[in-house]
């Protein structure tokens, strides 16, 4: 080993403890940003070649019903339409299952050949596929949220029908779903003998059709499915609406890359916050060695040749770090894109990760630490050689404020303690950066965590009702309103209806389908928060209350402006009279009687608000509703809670904060870490005052509490600038997570009760961060600590 190469390892075990900490703090920076591209790479293969490869649909045209002996029809005038490549049909059933004694919402779909279908594939995982007569097949991410087990029996019901017992007999899994955990629902696959067993209907209900030109983007589509749409009518049937998703993307992508980007910026801030513990431990290095640096320019050393040396001593540094992150970051990486892709609905199983995303992390693990410490290495081999040769050794540079000389009243251990941390302005400036930081984004994600809680409960206090029931078949709203209200413990009901909308544009195509709700006007169980505009009047026939959702996917729409919508076949100028805060999703609201004109049907929901208290006596309430509307011949077909919705936006929305509740923890970590290294640091340059003060009788006691309390002053003044800190970030950490799930309300002054547990935990971190160079302090002997240099 070259004697260049046998000093720069010299000098890294000369300052082991340093070094140990800059390779913690760099290693952890590293893993973290390494996890997230880890993740992020993982999903994207993924989603290449999961989803992608399922084929997913492109369109998807909904009817009311295709008659069985219309359906070969429709299929070939839908794959007739110029740019379609494939079009297949299904029907998708509501129904409620009973399994492991509990009782759940399930969506039931059917076609003639579960297994051949090609748009959209299906894959095995466990069992018997395709399910046969009497038996079900759950999906895959509804199958550990019902708590199901292959070989158990099933019990479904759609509406008031009979209950129909089958066997589950495998698992399947349908990638183009959303999550049946995250949804609260449970998917599942059954021939269409079950459907007619349950005593509905088993014609099919949409149509999903694929493009020739994979390349197209949502416009494109739109074109077709438009096409196709005028197709399958000239067949002989209603198209009710026609969905075009963003092509070749799945329904939670968008989100999930959001939230990759928004972890991996968190990721990339930390790294480079670790960075600044090469720059002191350089730093500490050179400032002990700047006669031999003296003593290789008198012998003929060149500067690039010396600050080289140095560098490689950065590099090794790093080079080390890497060896210890890139392998965490890998592990880590395929655990968290397990869960990232089960939030997605895809199996990582046989997915490799590219071999550029850890050779990217081993770049940067090494080019960063010597990219950080060229400002100092520059600097200190740049001194002249005579005033090299001429120097002291280690000392500091007293460059301390001018108020800390004027204080009275405090020990001489604590006004010295003060005055240390201030006297290395860089170096106390970086370490403050980093805590600051730290407690920044802690506030910000408790803020965000508030504001979530805050939003959901703004979102369900519009809603003043309980549960809702969605009946069987349309009725008539003033016979359902005189049933309803006579059931003993109903405190309130009203009858709604709805429909599902498409936007018909200008260019003669349709876009997405979204939910459009109708109320009656007067009505008292239902009061979303307004942004603009006004809520739905009894004289107004074709007007409309928009949600933010629908706005957020067309931000031109306002209110006095007008929507064109294709509703139960119909196609009608509305005017949009309000903007209203409703969630994530697309939606509007227009009067019952303005709905019930288009679709020519009754009422479908009816609305209540309970008298009784508790989720077993709510649920008691459903069933003596749904026996007294039975028995007036009006059955029910699926009920839904407002306490379960909220549970399931909840666990979204939450899971979401976690995530990037995370990044905080890890910043905290770094900055304890940097504000160790700084503490160290600064014992080694004051060693000789150390055995000044030995010397003249100081105690252990007195230099652990000298050392304690100026970790301590460094880490109160971080808490202080994060207080300001925190309102840029919250108010950061709100817009992505509105870009990732739905605006939040951010209030600009920290919550007490977070800023008092950042206090604490600031507090804990800097005696933690102070402990061992204080007890190095304490045991450095008093003639050593004099002759040191």
């Not at 297994?115 to 299906?122: F, T, V």
């Not at 995303?357 to 002249?384: F, H, N, W």
């Not at 049933?483 to 200008?506: H, M, N, P, S």
Request: aromatic share 4%; glycine share 10%; net charge neutral.
């Amino acid at each position: 080993m070259s004697p260049r190469w046998k000093k720069a390892i010299g000098d890294l075990r000369a300052h082991r403890g340093r070094t140990l900490l800059a390779m913690v703090a760099i290693a952890l920076g590293l893993a973290a940003a390494g996890t997230v591209l880890d993740t992020w790479a993982l999903v994207r293969v993924a989603t290449r070649d999961g989803y992608l490869a399922s084929d997913p649909a492109a369109a998807t045209l909904r009817f009311d019903s295709i008659p069985a002996p219309l359906r070969a029809a429709v299929l070939d005038a839908v794959r007739g339409v110029p740019g379609v490549r494939a079009a297949e049909s299904r029907r998708t059933t509501t129904a409620r299952v009973q399994m492991n004694g509990a009782v759940l919402t399930a969506f039931l779909f059917t076609s003639d050949d579960l297994a051949g279908q090609r748009i959209g594939r299906l894959r095995s995982d466990l069992g018997a596929w395709p399910p046969g007569d009497g038996e079900f097949v759950i999906e895959h991410s509804s199958l550990d949220f019902s708590g199901a087990a292959v070989g158990e029996p099933v019990r479904l019901t759609a509406g008031d029908g009979p209950t129909v017992e089958l066997m589950m007999s495998g698992v399947a899994r349908d990638v183009g779903l959303a999550p049946g955990w995250m949804e609260h629902v449970v998917y599942g696959f059954v021939p269409r003998s079950t459907l007619r067993a349950l005593g509905i209907s088993d014609a099919d209900d949409e149509v999903r059709l694929v493009v020739e030109d994979g390349t197209l983007d949502r416009e494109g589509v739109r074109r077709i499915a438009t096409a196709a749409r005028g197709a399958a009518e000239s067949a002989g049937v209603r198209v009710g609406s026609v969905d075009v998703p963003e092509p070749g993307e799945h329904v939670h992508a968008a989100q999930m890359d959001s939230l990759l980007y928004t972890q991996g910026a968190f990721g990339v801030l930390a790294l480079f916050l670790a960075a600044f513990l090469v720059v002191n431990l350089i730093a500490a290095m050179l400032a002990g060695q700047v006669r031999e640096i003296g003593v290789l320019k008198a012998i003929g050393g060149r500067t690039t040749q010396i600050a080289s040396l140095y560098l490689a001593v950065a590099a090794m540094l790093g080079a080390a770090s890497a060896a210890v992150a890139v392998p965490i970051a890998m592990l880590a990486g395929e655990r968290y894109a397990a869960l990232k892709a089960d939030l997605l609905n895809f199996d990582l199983t046989g997915h490799t990760l590219p071999l550029w995303v850890p050779a990217l992390q081993v770049a940067v693990g090494i080019l960063l630490p010597v990219l950080a410490s060229i400002p100092t290495v520059r600097r200190a081999c740049r001194v002249p050689v005579g005033e090299a040769l001429r120097d002291v050794g280690i000392h500091d540079e007293a460059r301390v404020p001018a108020v800390l000389h004027r204080v009275s009243g405090v020990s001489r251990p604590v006004l010295l303690s003060l005055r240390n941390a201030f006297r290395k302005r860089q170096r106390m400036v970086l370490t403050l950066l980093a805590l600051s930081t730290a407690g920044a984004v802690f506030l910000g994600a408790l803020g965000l965590r508030r504001g979530v809680l805050g939003a959901t409960d703004l979102l369900f206090a519009a809603q003043r009702f309980d549960f809702g029931l969605r009946l069987a078949a349309p009725q008539s709203p003033d016979s359902l309103s005189a049933i309803v209200r006579e059931v003993q413990g109903v405190e309130a009901a009203e009858v709604w209806t709805g429909a599902t909308a498409t936007l018909a544009r200008t260019d003669g195509t349709f876009g997405s389908g979204f939910p459009v709700q109708a109320p009656p006007a007067s009505t008292t169980l239902l009061v979303p928060p307004m942004r603009e505009g006004r809520w739905l009047r009894a004289e107004d026939s074709l007007s409309l209350v928009i949600g933010r959702g629908l706005l957020r996917e067309d931000p031109t729409l306002r209110v006095g402006g007008t929507l064109r919508l294709l509703i139960a076949g119909h196609t009608d100028e509305w005017t949009i009279v309000g903007i209203a805060e409703t969630g994530t999703g697309p939606a509007a609201f227009a009067t019952r009687e303005a709905i019930m004109a288009r679709t020519g049907e009754g009422a479908t929901t009816v609305i209540v608000r309970s008298a009784l208290r508790g989720d077993g006596a709510q649920l008691e309430l459903i069933q003596r509703m749904r026996q007294a509307l039975l028995a007036n011949a009006m059955p029910v077909a699926s009920s839904v809670r407002v306490a379960e919705q909220r549970r399931s936006i909840e666990d979204h929305l939450l899971m979401v904060v976690d995530f990037l509740s995370v990044m905080g923890w890890l910043m905290l970590v770094v900055g304890a870490l940097g504000l160790a290294s700084t503490m160290a640091i600064g014992v080694l340059e004051r060693t000789r005052e150390i055995g000044v003060l030995r010397a003249i009788g100081a105690r252990d006691g007195a230099i652990l509490a000298i050392v304690q309390a100026e970790g301590l002053t460094i880490g109160l003044l971080s808490w202080a600038i994060a207080l300001p800190l925190s309102v840029p970030m919250s108010l950061a950490l709100g817009a992505a997570f509105g870009r990732i799930m739905l605006p939040v309300p951010v209030r600009i002054i920290p919550d007490g009760t977070a800023v008092l547990a950042w206090l604490a935990l600031v507090l804990v971190v800097s005696v933690g961060a102070s402990a061992w160079p204080a007890w190095r302090a304490m045991r450095v002997p008093a003639a050593r600590a004099l002759s040191y240099e």
